[in-house]
């Protein structure tokens, strides 16, 4: 008898319970030629928390229902800040990311003779007695 009870509750349960439906975020992070970015970081920064693309730059990040602003940072190229509004379902984003050129000075090489290390170590061996 008590086995029925809790067996019809279950079922009543299961066909009355609302649908569950997923909400948040998912897509693809993209570079300018249209190729995966792989690993990008992805923050929000109103919930201070996140997610990577996979190997292929796609990504999927449950979320509350609310707007949010939404960071895309990679190495090598520029961070791309979006704000998007969620509501009851998965919204669709495809976020291309251009690339960052780094200019560094230029590196010259010369050949002078002595190694500039040395001078400094004779320097601490001639301070040895001091220290």
């Given at each position: 008898m008590?086995k029925?009870?809790f067996?019809?509750?279950?079922?009543?349960?299961?066909?009355c319970?609302?649908?569950?439906?997923a909400?948040?975020?998912?897509?693809?992070?993209?570079?300018s030629?249209?190729n995966?970015?792989?690993y990008?970081?992805?923050?929000i920064?109103?919930?201070?928390?996140?997610t990577?693309?996979n190997?292929?730059?796609?990504f999927?990040l449950?979320?509350?229902?609310g707007?949010y602003n939404i960071?895309?940072?990679s190495l090598?190229?520029?961070?791309v800040?979006?704000?998007?509004?969620v509501t009851d379902?998965?919204a669709?984003?495809q976020?291309m990311m251009?690339?960052q050129?780094?200019?560094?000075?230029?590196v010259?090489v010369?050949a002078?003779g002595?190694?500039?290390?040395?001078?400094?170590?004779?320097?601490?061996i001639g301070?040895?007695n001091y220290?």
């Amino acid at each position: 008898m008590l086995k029925r009870v809790f067996i019809t509750a279950f079922i009543a349960l299961v066909i009355c319970a609302p649908p569950l439906s997923a909400q948040g975020i998912q897509g693809s992070v993209v570079d300018s030629e249209g190729n995966p970015v792989a690993y990008a970081s992805i923050f929000i920064k109103e919930l201070k928390r996140g997610t990577t693309t996979n190997s292929l730059g796609l990504f999927s990040l449950p979320l509350p229902s609310g707007e949010y602003n939404i960071y895309f940072r990679s190495l090598g190229y520029n961070e791309v800040a979006k704000k998007i509004s969620v509501t009851d379902r998965m919204a669709e984003l495809q976020v291309m990311m251009p690339p960052q050129t780094y200019m560094i000075p230029e590196v010259r090489v010369s050949a002078t003779g002595e190694d500039p290390a040395y001078r400094v170590i004779r320097k601490a061996i001639g301070l040895a007695n001091y220290h």
